[in-house]
Every structure is written in C-alpha cells, then in structure tokens.
C-alpha cells in the first residue's frame, strides 16, 4: 500500500486546513486508517483514526476541538478537516493505513505535510 498526503500549508490561528490521504497499491488490505502527527522534538502521535465502517476515534488533544475525520472507500481516501487551529497544532501530519496482508498485520504510512499555525 502507498500512501500520499496532500493539503499541508501555512495559516493563521484560528484558520482552517483539509489534509487527504489517498491509497493505491493492494487498498483491498486496509482496515484502518489514520493521521498521526510530530512536532519538532516530541514522539509522533494519533491525532485521529477511522474504521472501514466509520467509526472514529480522536486525540484528547483534539477530542474537543472541530477536528474531523473521515473516510471514502470508494476513493480509498481518509481526509482530516482541522478547524480553529493553534500554533500548538504546527508539526508534521502522516497519513498512515493499518493492513493485513496474508493474515499479516502491518502499517503503511505516507510521506508527511507540514501544517504551520503561526501570526
């Protein structure tokens, strides 16, 4: 499976972003998908994932906030609509796929965006 994410950029706090993901490769071997983040000098984190049936799961992080993710098979693209961003949301975005592959479990992740919030 190979993944490629697009929609980073630059915006202002409080300013909106929509990230994609888009899967090609073996996609029927792909259960969940997610986006993780990584912040200059801090571990990578789950931001948001969602379930080939749509059921989501967010980061306390976020869990509060207009994060959304969301998920169209038929395209095997995930997207994540990141509303009222904070600078502390600035690092770099990875779309990643959880797949089985001959009953073997394994994750495929994309190459990164950078999102920046900054005034």
């Known amino acids: 499976v190979q993944l490629q994410a697009s929609g980073g950029g630059s915006v202002q706090p409080g300013g909106s972003l929509r990230l994609s993901c888009a899967a090609s490769?073996?996609?029927?071997?792909?259960?969940?998908m997610g986006w993780y983040r990584q912040a200059p000098g801090k571990q990578r984190e789950l931001v948001a994932s969602i379930t080939s049936g749509g059921r989501t799961n967010y980061a306390d992080s976020v869990k509060d906030r207009t994060f959304t993710i969301s998920r169209d098979n038929a395209k095997n693209t995930v997207y994540l609509q990141m509303n009222s961003l904070e600078p502390e949301d600035t690092a770099v975005y990875y779309c990643?796929?959880?797949?089985?592959?001959?009953?073997?479990?394994?994750?495929?992740w994309g190459q990164g965006t950078q999102v920046t919030v900054s005034s």
């Open positions: 990643n796929a959880f797949v089985v592959v001959r009953g073997v479990p394994d994750h495929a």
């Open positions: 490769g073996s996609v029927f071997s792909i259960r969940d």
